[in-house]
């Protein structure tokens, strides 16, 4: 009791955790909210349209934004960590130009991705989604990603400028704007069209406020006219590329081997086995919950603290936020696995009962990458972005080669356990290399390091 105190009263005392704890709060104040609308829009959109054409709507879905993670260069990341590097230098010229650099950039890329997909779209009826009828909609919902044009670069802004609050009522929004709509086509009777409509509403309100109170967090931060900024004057133009195309081929990889598993199951199986992989994946949103928001707050702190060279905060942080992250995984994955089965036997007289062994299998893998979901970045701040892409990219291609192998003989629950396996060796690989790197540097800095502290 004496040791659970002293814990405690450490934790309370600790500034950093209190603000990181507190900024995820905004965060999981509404995506609770969120949660509960993204559960119930998810729910109702599947039962209204059982397994194969929800399937169908998972297919077009995924497919549009997964061309977009093609060409996306996740701009929030570099922008996060040499505005913080600027700003920590009273440079507020070079920050903006950093800032106007990666809105240029993302702008260009959004435009290209969408006509790509356009290009793309006969192919993906043709090897993925298997039903013609839908093959205009993937441009259609394709106009989400010109919706969303600077939301990478707009959500990096408001995390400095650590407007937490705002960014998770605008997420609350899109969530509401979404709920709304598939309410309608479920009272209406229709079916994936206007489904998708209503997911496509939801993205394109997203985007716009995004963009909107993105640029307020800019005028704040950088001054009225930081847009005036020259780019030019921006002195790590090549490290600023190298760390963007770094974080693309990264997300590219992701989309691949971690993002695109709806799309697998359509290409090596049916729309059917895709909708109830979407279902599961679908629930793992509830085991995410606190945790993207932590993702959030957690790397800009993760940067300064390195920036700052303050080695011992930063184990604390990391070590005290994955310890939150276990009990809250622990006590969702102990309720799906007592609550599923009599769920899934009475929602829509048990169609999606063949779901339940993928979310198992999801369970094991999502679990862990959840409780070290610091591992990526932790060596984004550390400067070693190429790291954690060559580890995916290895463990990556096993996976793929395995899953040409293994899932038109075993159906889609081998591609469950392939993706959590994924997860599994790939952070813990991480993981390592992360504790190893910050060990070295403490060791530079005359700290003693217990590198099994960390964890």
């Known amino acids: 009791m004496k040791r659970f105190a002293y814990v405690w009263a450490s934790w309370k005392e600790d500034r950093l955790l209190r603000r990181v704890v507190l900024n995820t709060g905004y965060l999981f104040s509404a995506n609770t909210l969120s ?3 993204s559960l119930y829009q998810g729910l109702l959109a599947a039962y209204l349209l059982g397994p194969q054409s929800y399937g169908v709507l998972g297919l077009v879905i995924t497919f549009a934004s997964n061309v977009n993670r093609l060409l996306s260069f996740r701009m929030g990341e570099p922008v996060i960590k040499y505005v913080n590097q600027y700003l920590a230098q009273e440079r507020r010229d070079l920050a903006a130009g950093v800032v106007k650099l990666a809105a240029l950039t993302e702008g260009v890329s959004s435009i290209l991705a969408f006509l790509l997909l356009v290009l793309l779209s006969p192919l993906a009826i043709r090897w993925f989604i298997k039903d013609p009828i839908a093959q205009p909609w993937i441009p259609l919902y394709g106009l989400a990603l010109l919706g969303n044009l600077f939301t990478e670069t707009s959500t990096a802004l408001l995390q400095i400028g650590g407007r937490f609050r705002s960014q998770a009522i605008i997420t609350l929004v899109q969530n509401i704007t979404t709920a709304a709509g598939i309410t309608l086509a479920f009272i209406m009777k229709w079916g994936v069209f206007e489904v998708m409509l209503a997911y496509l509403a939801g993205k394109m309100v997203f985007g716009l406020a995004m963009m909107i109170l993105g640029w307020q967090s800019a005028a704040r931060i950088l001054g009225p006219v930081w847009w005036r900024v020259p780019v ?12 963007a195309l770094s974080t693309n081929l990264s997300g590219t990889v992701n989309m691949l081997i971690r993002d695109n598993e709806v799309l697998w199951a359509g290409l090596f199986l049916s729309s059917l086995e895709a909708g109830y992989y979407k279902f599961a994946l679908a629930l793992m ?33 990391l070590r005290r936020t994955s310890l939150i992250a276990l009990g809250w995984t622990t006590a969702v994955g102990v309720g799906l696995v007592l609550v599923g089965p009599w769920f899934l036997s009475w929602f829509k007289d048990g169609a999606y009962l063949p779901a339940f062994p993928l979310i198992l299998a999801l369970l094991i893998g999502y679990g862990f990458a959840n409780i070290f979901y610091w591992n990526r970045p932790l060596l984004l701040a550390l400067g070693k972005p190429n790291d954690p892409l060559m580890i995916t990219l290895v463990v990556g291609i096993l996976k793929t080669l395995l899953m040409f192998v293994l899932v038109k003989r075993y159906g889609v629950l081998s591609l469950a356990l392939l993706l959590s396996s994924y997860f599994i060796i790939s952070v813990s690989m991480i993981i390592w290399r992360g504790i190893r790197d910050l060990s070295q540097l403490e060791r530079d800095h005359g700290e003693v390091v217990n590198a099994h502290r960390l964890l």
């Not at 030019?232 to 760390?243: C, S, T």
């Not at 995410?288 to 790397?299: A, D, G, K, N």
């Open 35 to 37: 949660l509960g609308l």
């Open 232 to 243: 030019q004057r921006v002195p790590e133009k090549a490290a600023l590329g190298r760390f």
């Open 285 to 317: 949103n509830v085991l995410m919950l606190p945790i993207l928001p932590f993702i959030q707050t957690t790397y800009p702190e993760i940067t300064r603290a390195v920036t700052q060279r303050m080695w011992k905060t930063l184990r604390s942080l």
